[in-house]
Each structure stands twice: as C-alpha cells, then as structure tokens.
C-alpha cells in the first residue's frame, strides 16, 4: 500500500510538473507573439500594413483621359497606361487593385482625400503645387518632351552639346521647350542639363507655327526648332521634311500621388511605390508599357 501510495503521488507530482511546464510555455509563447505584434506596424495605424492585411489597393485615376486612362463602361472595365502601370504596382506589392470612381477634378487634384483611396495614378505633374498637396513617387514617365528638330537635309546641326550655341530656335510661346530655353523650367526635385549656350528663342502662338518655320517658303526664319516629340510626329505624319537631332531633351515629370496629410500614416507605402517605380524602369516594364500605349518610350528625357 505504501509503495502505492508514493507511486501515487509520483504521478500525481509529475502531472503538476507537466502541467506548470505547459502554463510556462504557453505564457512565454504569447510573449513573444505580442512583443512580434508590438515591433510590425499595426494596420489601424500604417497605410501599407491595412493594405496587406486587406490585399487590397484603392486606386484612383483619370476616367476619361486615352489612352493614359479610361473607364470603358461597354465592358465595365479600365483601360490605359496609367491602369497597367497601378496594376503592375499591385502585383508588385503582393495585393489586388480596386479602381475608385471618381472626379479627378474635384475629388483627387485638390488633395485631402480624407481616406477615400489609398493611391493615384493618373499622371500627375510634378509643380510647386502638386509637392504642397502630395507625396510623390520619382517620375515614372514624362509629359511633352521636347526634341530639336531641323531641316530633313540640314547637316550642320548634329551634337546638341556644341552646333546649336548662339543660333536661333523658333518654340511654341508658354511651351515647356521655351521654358527649357530660357533657362525657366523650375520643377521641384528635377533638374534639366542645359547644354545649348545662349540660344536666340523665337517664340511663336503654337508650336506647329514654330515649326514651319524650318521649311517655310519665305525663307528660313530659324536654326532649329524646338518642341514636343509629339507635335514633330504630327509635322512628319502631315509630310514635313524635318528630322530630330538627338533625345528629347526636357519634359514634364509625372508622378504617382499620395495625399500629403493622411488619416492613416502612408509614409511606409509612399517609399515601397516610389521602389517599384525604379525598379519598373530598370527592368524596362514602364518602357514597355508606354510604347504599348503612346507608340513611344517617354519614360526618359536628358
């Protein structure tokens, strides 16, 4: 009996270790869960960690702009370069996009967007403004570069760095080309290389005026001219006899938008975004996708 009872008591000992064993794993167990809780941000606190927690990216951007962005409602579905590149950015940061229907005017251009969408991308210019209203991402392509362009036959003109000093470039008045040239382009965060020496800038009301002028019958009234790649294609399409020199050599920088005083911190989303957008353009996605939509690289400019 008394064997019994000890042994009794040996198991009922060895069960009470056990059993205080088990509480102490348990308790250093949700130790550590917590102080693994308290060092990740929480998603009622961080943008980017309510976006992976929701796999999900509101995004806005422009309804009605091709074919940069638009909302087909034949097929209940968006199209365009901006929407390819918000969802490759998506696809990137491990969650689905979600397309919020809304004004671009009146609902995202002014800022404030009191936690209605997370991110937009519709092109938005880089200016004194849009850096006081947003958060931006380094440029993912660029509005109205400009080239030189010059007679079909001209040969004197050929390194921008050098044959251009001193000679008389016609432009579109109030165009970014004009702007370049007189050495007032001034964008946040940007600079532009101004490689043509103490050109004399001929402005005139539009920049196709600007260039018939290298061909015009009465008589060469300028060097060069200078204007967006776009308004060179038209001349050349419409049978101009010019030719580009060089790359473009100046834009308009555009960016991807986060609201600049946000309900939820997005501090963590705004740098993860602006990564994917260097990495998009050192793997050639964003290139890609602008020739895709505008038949043409404007992802570089300089």
Not at 42 to 66: F, H, K, M, Y
Request: charged share 25%; net charge negative.
């Amino acid at each position: 009996m008394r064997r019994r009872r000890i042994r009794s008591r040996a198991i009922r000992s060895a069960a009470a270790l056990l059993t205080l064993l088990s509480m102490v794993a348990a308790a250093c167990g949700r130790g550590t869960a917590q102080q693994g809780t308290s060092s990740s941000p929480r998603p009622d606190q961080d943008l980017l960690a309510r976006i992976q927690t929701d796999e999900t990216i509101r995004v806005v951007t422009d309804q009605g702009s091709r074919p940069r962005s638009w909302y087909d409602a034949g097929t209940g579905t968006w199209k365009g370069f901006d929407v390819e590149v918000a969802r490759e950015i998506a696809y990137r940061l491990g969650v689905t996009v979600e397309f919020q229907r809304r004004d671009w005017e009146t609902d995202v251009a002014d800022g404030s967007w009191n936690d209605l969408f997370d991110m937009a991308v519709g092109s938005m210019p880089v200016s004194d403004q849009s850096a006081n209203l947003f958060a931006l991402t380094p440029a993912y392509y660029y509005d109205t570069p400009s080239s030189i362009a010059v007679p079909q036959d001209d040969t004197s003109i050929e390194d921008l760095d050098s044959d251009l000093d001193g000679k008389t470039i016609c432009v579109g008045a109030g165009t970014v080309a004009e702007r370049y040239l007189s050495l007032s382009l001034n964008i946040p965060g940007y600079t532009f290389d101004a490689v043509i020496d103490d050109p004399r800038i001929l402005s005139f009301p539009t920049e196709t005026q600007a260039l018939e002028q290298l061909t015009s019958a009465l008589g060469n009234r300028c060097d060069a001219a200078m204007t967006s790649t776009s308004a060179i294609d038209r001349s050349l399409a419409a049978g101009g006899s010019l030719k580009v020199v060089g790359k473009p050599l100046c834009g308009v920088p555009l960016a991807i938008a986060f609201d600049r005083n946000p309900s939820v911190d997005n501090a963590g989303l705004v740098e993860a975004v602006s990564n994917i957008v260097k990495d998009m353009h050192d793997d050639d996605t964003l290139r890609t996708l602008s020739i895709k939509w505008f038949g043409e690289d404007l992802t570089s400019v300089g």
